[in-house]
């Protein structure tokens, strides 16, 4: 299956110059959202994980379907302020200013083999933050799975050359 044909591409989007790579078609339909699931599974079994870890929001779409698939837990991570028990928090630069990613205490047991599962890999930002907070609760980092990578953006580099990282789709 061609699953870039099942990605919508929307012009100057959020703003001037941005080709966004809408999930939402994908998503819409069933048995390519399964076999993209299914794709995912296959990387992310080998890995072994213990738990799926995924960023709001469109991390919970990927992140949910692959661990049900799996037979594991997920542990979501939020903004700031948005869990309701006890958490840490690790900060994220934005283009103007900062932000804040935040994970239960207990999310994550010390040991616990981790593969972390988001829509779309592009600065890395998001997801090293994740894994910060992933590593700061004594996880280890097995994997990492997306549907999209914006190569272009280079946010593999900002991973570090030992993560292990699927996409599916490259853009």
Same mark, same amino acid.
């Given at each position: 299956?061609?699953?870039?044909?099942?990605?919508?591409?929307?012009?100057?989007?959020?703003?001037?110059?941005?080709?966004?790579?809408?999930?939402?078609?994908?998503?819409?339909?069933?048995?390519?959202?399964?076999?993209?699931?299914?794709?995912?599974?296959?990387?992310?079994?080998?890995?072994?994980?213990?738990?799926?870890? %995924?960023? /709001?929001?469109? !991390?919970?779409?990927?992140?949910?379907? +692959?661990?049900?698939?799996? =037979?594991?837990?997920?542990?979501?991570?939020?903004?700031?302020?948005?869990?309701?028990?006890?958490?840490?928090?690790?900060?994220?630069?934005?283009?103007?200013?900062?932000?804040?990613?935040?994970?239960?205490?207990?999310?994550?047991?010390?040991?616990?083999?981790?593969?972390?599962?988001?829509?779309?890999?592009?600065?890395?930002?998001?997801?090293?933050?994740?894994?910060?907070?992933?590593?700061?609760? %004594?996880? /280890?980092?097995? !994997?990492?799975?997306?549907?999209?990578? +914006?190569?272009?953006?280079? =946010?593999?580099?900002?991973?570090?050359?030992?993560?292990?990282?699927?996409?599916?789709?490259?853009?």
């Amino acid at each position: 299956m061609d699953f870039k044909e099942k990605i919508r591409v929307i012009l100057d989007y959020p703003q001037e110059g941005v080709r966004f790579k809408d999930i939402t078609t994908l998503l819409a339909d069933g048995p390519a959202y399964r076999a993209a699931i299914e794709r995912m599974v296959e990387f992310a079994q080998e890995k072994k994980p213990d738990i799926i870890v %995924g960023p /709001e929001a469109r !991390g919970f779409v990927v992140g949910c379907p +692959l661990a049900v698939q799996m =037979g594991v837990g997920f542990a979501p991570v939020r903004k700031k302020g948005k869990l309701p028990y006890e958490t840490i928090q690790a900060e994220y630069s934005l283009e103007y200013g900062k932000d804040a990613l935040a994970m239960h205490k207990d999310a994550i047991k010390p040991g616990q083999r981790v593969l972390i599962a988001d829509d779309l890999l592009a600065t890395g930002g998001t997801i090293k933050t994740t894994i910060d907070l992933v590593q700061k609760l %004594g996880g /280890e980092i097995v !994997g990492l799975a997306f549907l999209i990578e +914006l190569t272009y953006l280079n =946010g593999r580099e900002k991973l570090g050359s030992d993560s292990d990282v699927f996409t599916l789709i490259q853009y």
